[in-house]
């Protein structure tokens, strides 16, 4: 996942935020996806992280624009 960690390390950097397992976790799920996921398959898919963290995890995309 080091790919997908330095392409988030320039975006969290810039805006001051951790790059934190769940979230590349959460990144590369949806980057692998073909299609736009809804939150009950990205719960699915990352079994490892509970899903108030998805659900935080996808504001911050949203709010950086990366989602």
């Given at each position: 996942?080091s ?5 988030l ?11 934190t397992?769940?979230?590349?976790v959460v990144f ?8 736009p996921?809804?939150?009950?398959d990205i719960?699915?898919?990352?079994p490892?992280?509970?899903?108030v963290s998805?659900?935080?995890t ?10």
């Amino acid at each position: 996942m080091s790919s997908v960690s330095s392409e988030l390390e320039v975006i969290f950097a810039t805006h001051h935020l951790r790059l934190t397992q769940p979230r590349q976790v959460v990144f590369a799920t949806l980057k692998a996806a073909e299609a736009p996921l809804a939150i009950g398959d990205i719960v699915k898919l990352c079994p490892q992280i509970d899903r108030v963290s998805i659900y935080r995890t996808l504001d911050v995309f949203v709010k950086l624009g990366i989602a």
